[in-house]
Nanobody
């Protein structure tokens, strides 16, 4: 089992920044590719950003490219999502996910993920 705990969400004005963190425990963190997904009320969960086990490859949803940055620290067993230039459309619950995956591939489909965190809310008022 892998336990994932997100933190760093909150309310921020449009144009502001937030940094989400996801602390992992339970298994070898570097065996897992990591991803961030989000879900707004009434909408399906969608991919935001992902990073391979080594950190050597990242992938982003078109809607966040150039504004969000995913990174990981395999010593601290933590993955981060730096979110800049936030927009009201970014309002959602943000979830951290782990996929057992040692390939240089970032998957974007939620069903590929093996473990999920409990989520952290990000609110950007319009």
């Amino acid at each position: 089992q892998v336990q994932l705990v997100e933190s760093g969400g909150g309310l921020v004005q449009a144009g502001g920044s937030l940094r989400l963190s996801c602390a992992a425990s339970g298994r070898t963190f570097s065996d897992y590719a990591m991803g961030w997904f989000r879900q707004a009320p009434g909408r399906e969960r969608e991919f935001v950003a992902g990073i391979t086990w080594s950190g050597g490859r990242t992938r982003y949803a078109d809607s966040v490219k150039g504004r969000f940055t995913i990174s990981r620290d395999n010593v601290k067993n933590t993955v981060y999502l730096q979110m800049n230039s936030l927009e009201p459309e970014d309002t959602a619950a943000y979830y951290c996910a782990a996929e057992y995956n040692k390939l240089p591939i970032v998957h974007t489909i939620p069903n590929r993920m093996d473990y999920w965190g409990q989520g952290t809310q990000v609110t950007v008022p319009s």
